[in-house]
């Protein structure tokens, strides 16, 4: 066997430890003492520091931000050699090894991005993503100002504890951004070196809010002004109500999350207390009205940051019904009826806004505006005794009302006689109970009427009496239901005195 001498072993050791010189220092004691025992070999390796991470990532200008420092290797350092740990080459403020993976450092005063070094005898750490970003603590001063919900708002601010930059490039180079009750702004413009415009953004909840600058990515004190959101009532349905109350409303808009359940004056109409609410999401409050006075009222939420601007009313609208002491032609067509209970509207216009409809049964009617107690409606033909009608104002309904169908005449087969009479006149007539008609009248003057046909056919063929006088008259008649004929135009006869 072939022996190798001690001289050529610790040689080929010393070689293949420059071998691996480039990942572990090793040193290699003399070769004398590197055998304390035939064929044993004892070698010191020395490693640098190892910096794994950092914690927080960012800090002010002026130092003095504790900085933890995670990795290996920190054992070794001298703790009152501060440029064992230095921040973009200047040494921390102050050290304190806490293990040998964990130690922590005082910023010192900087400017930018600063990689963050560990140095022992062994050497410095490699790595080059432990980089602490020295940022400004911009603080933002302005008075209390009432923002809706909806955002929008531009707030003048005056900024300290450092300069927003003296151009806008340089204060776009800042990164500089705002928080308004922690949600980021979407429009932030430079004013000059200490003065900016941040615009509110929308928030869900309407409550008072303090406002933030952040300085690419450190965020600086709250303020000591507030931003008072105030909600915002976009839309309420339905648009008309009853004045006697208990409606439930649907409230539209935003920032319903800053309303107190619990406070019975938070949801007002007309100034009233609604009688009960609910919060339902940011967007939407159901409410149950008040009773209130016919006319428009004000839908108002209010939150911790302030009452609603005034937005969209709803109509108070009373239950309106036509008069008693009405009726209605047997004939249908158009009739000028009178309403109580309220108004129409003081023009077409405030008419056309309140939506008024009849309605009888299912069906709607068609009706237009006279004046503001006067409606002018137009009914088919009917064969009944009375119809029910229903005044409505959008979706307030007034109570039913009845109105009795008056018999007509519908028309003359001939429109004039002498006085001495005798003529033949076919008279047709609607109504219920029209083919038992009777008491047929010209005038003052009874006329005998023998009835022929049925249905559409029905007429009357009455012999015109003798009259005392020339002049017109009104054709009239009993129905067989014991109803006397109202007057139409259709009705008009006369007596002349010429043959």
């Not at 209605?328 to 309220?342: E, K, P």
């Not at 939506?355 to 009944?384: E, F, I």
């Not at 006149?425 to 022929?452: E, I």
């Amino acid at each position: 066997m072939t022996k190798t001498s001690p001289a050529r072993r610790a040689t080929a050791f010393t070689a293949a430890a420059v071998a691996v010189a480039g990942t572990v220092v090793v040193a290699i004691a003399q070769p004398s003492a590197a055998y304390s025992a035939p064929g044993t070999v004892r070698a010191a390796v020395d490693v640098s520091p190892v910096v794994t991470s950092i914690s927080p990532l960012m800090g002010t200008r002026d130092g003095g931000t504790p900085v933890t420092v995670l990795g290996a290797g920190f054992k070794k350092l001298d703790p009152d050699d501060l440029k064992s740990v230095t921040f973009g080459g200047v040494p921390a403020a102050n050290v304190w090894i806490l293990s040998d993976t964990k130690l922590i450092a005082t910023t010192p005063p900087g400017t930018g991005n600063a990689l963050v070094k560990v140095t022992s005898g062994s050497g410095a750490s490699r790595s080059t993503s432990a980089v602490f970003g020295y940022r400004l603590r911009l603080a933002a001063d302005f008075a209390d100002t009432a923002a809706k919900a909806t955002g929008g708002t531009e707030i003048p601010v005056t900024v300290s504890g450092g300069s927003v930059g003296s151009t806008s490039s340089q204060f776009a180079a800042l990164k500089i951004t705002a928080k308004v009750g922690g949600i980021a702004t979407t429009r932030i413009t430079w004013v000059d070196d200490s003065h900016l415009k941040v615009g509110v953004p929308a928030t869900t909840k309407a409550v008072p809010a303090t406002m933030q600058l952040v300085q690419d990515g450190l965020t600086g004190p709250e303020s000591a002004a507030r931003v008072n959101y105030l909600p915002v009532v976009s839309a309420v349905t339905p648009g008309s109500i009853t004045v006697a109350g208990g409606d439930t409303i649907k409230i539209t808009g935003s920032g319903f999350l800053g309303v107190d359940a619990g406070d019975p004056s938070a949801v007002t109409v007309g100034g009233v207390d609604a009688t009960y609410f609910q919060v339902v999401s940011a967007t939407r409050i159901d409410a149950t009205v008040p009773a209130g006075e016919a006319g428009k009222a004000v839908v108002k939420v209010t939150s911790a940051g302030g009452g609603s601007v005034e937005g969209p009313k709803v109509a108070y609208r009373s239950a309106l019904a036509f008069a008693d002491g009405q009726y209605l032609r047997a004939s249908g067509g158009a009739h000028v009826l009178t309403v109580t209970g309220g108004t129409l509207g003081a023009n077409v216009a405030e008419y056309n806004l309140a939506a008024v409809s009849v309605r009888t049964g299912a069906g709607k009617l068609t009706a237009s505006y006279v004046d503001p107690t006067h409606l002018r409606v137009t009914v088919p033909a009917l064969t009944t005794e009375n119809a029910d009608l229903t005044l409505w104002q959008d979706v307030v309904a007034g109570p039913v009302t009845t109105i009795p169908v008056a018999p007509v005449v519908t028309s003359l087969s001939a429109v004039r006689d002498t006085v001495a009479g005798g003529a033949t006149v076919r008279v047709k007539v609607a109504g219920a109970g029209a083919a038992g008609s009777v008491n047929f009248m010209f005038g003052g003057n009874p006329a005998v009427c023998p009835a022929s046909g049925g249905g559409s056919a029905l007429a009357f063929h009455c012999t015109v009496p003798a009259a005392a006088e020339a002049g017109p008259v009104q054709v009239t008649f009993t129905s067989g239901n014991g109803v006397t004929s109202k007057f139409t135009p259709a009705a008009a006869f006369s007596y002349t005195d010429i043959d």
